[in-house]
């Protein structure tokens, strides 16, 4: 395709993909995300070994039922390093499941690197993924060395045409950055730039239902017009909600489950490890999460 750049080519042979083909039953997924790995899996952030939490995590995922879930969300902040060998860790971790495993970047990613050694065999890097009565659409918003977000005018133009093309169905958006502010004063300074432009345009195709994100380490529920805007724990640290500077959390990792049902209601649950045992707050930095 001359001229095409690898994203644009990544996006035109992943985006049309069909995952599955279901009729009209309930969608289960599994929502991962700032899972903030290292290319040496010994390496941590705010005092967590961030590849030992993210296998206690999948770990308790995997025993919470006895059906694996449809597909697993992953919203990015993948590799703290942004080393192959990290990507190469989730992919070992999520291979054995044997279900699409749908991915996109954060602020901590590369995302020609991403979407080169996840996208294929299994994973998908952004695009859209379609489950019976629902569409999912996997969105970009990195800036380069920006701890904020942005989705660039061709991302729109993108979100726009998956939305049309997903007019029967009921349609989840999926990106890094939550596109409204979420109270912490310090986290909603290095949110998503143009998030009243992408809920703008959302607002225009009346299947969206649900926009899900991570970023914030945090889980919050809240009603954006007639969308629900979820955020998810990280499966390493959290922060305090409602903090005007950076506080870390008590919490343990975390990860949520998601239900889409056919008639455009979602059914949804936050998870904690239950064996994890957080002895002492973190130090209060910005350092890890500014880089």
Same mark, same amino acid.
């Given at each position: 395709m001359p001229g095409a750049t690898l994203g644009s080519l990544v ?10 083909t279901m009729n009209s039953r309930v969608v289960r997924l599994l929502? &991962?995300? @700032?899972? =903030? $790995?290292?290319?040496?899996? +010994? #390496?941590? !952030? ?33 590799a703290d390093d942004c080393s192959s060998e990290a990507y190469t ?48 659409? &996997?969105? @970009?918003? =990195? $800036?380069?060395?920006?701890? +904020? #977000?942005? !989705? ?140």
């Amino acid at each position: 395709m001359p001229g095409a750049t690898l994203g644009s080519l990544v996006r035109t042979c992943v985006c049309r993909f069909r995952w599955l083909t279901m009729n009209s039953r309930v969608v289960r997924l599994l929502h &991962l995300t @700032d899972l =903030h $790995l290292f290319g040496d899996e +010994s #390496g941590e !952030v705010y005092d967590v070994n961030t590849s030992l939490s993210l296998r206690c995590v999948l770990q308790q995922a995997r025993s919470d039922n006895a059906v694996l879930p449809d597909a697993i969300l992953v919203t990015g902040d993948i590799a703290d390093d942004c080393s192959s060998e990290a990507y190469t860790h989730l992919r070992n971790q999520l291979q054995g499941w044997g279900v699409p495993v749908l991915c996109l970047p954060g602020n901590h990613d590369e995302p020609a690197l991403m979407a080169r050694l996840l996208g294929s065999d299994g994973f998908q890097y952004c695009g859209r993924a379609e489950f019976g009565d629902w569409a999912v659409v &996997l969105l @970009d918003s =990195h $800036l380069p060395r920006e701890p +904020s #977000g942005r !989705v660039a005018a061709p991302e729109l133009e993108r979100l726009a045409a998956e939305l049309r093309q997903a007019a029967e169905r009921h349609v989840l958006v999926c990106l890094h950055h939550p596109p409204v502010p979420t109270g912490s004063a310090w986290l909603d300074a290095v949110g998503l730039q143009n998030g009243a432009e992408v809920l703008h345009l959302l607002g225009r195709f009346s299947n969206v239902r649900v926009v899900l994100a991570g970023h914030v380490h945090q889980a919050f529920d809240t009603q954006a017009g007639r969308l629900r805007i979820l955020t998810t724990p990280s499966t390493c640290a959290q922060f305090t909600p409602d903090t005007e500077d950076c506080k870390m959390d008590l919490r343990p990792p975390g990860y949520r489950w998601i239900e889409l049902r056919a008639d455009g209601s979602i059914r949804t649950e936050v998870s904690w490890l239950r064996n994890w045992v957080v002895s002492r707050r973190p130090t209060d930095s910005y350092a890890s999460f500014m880089r």
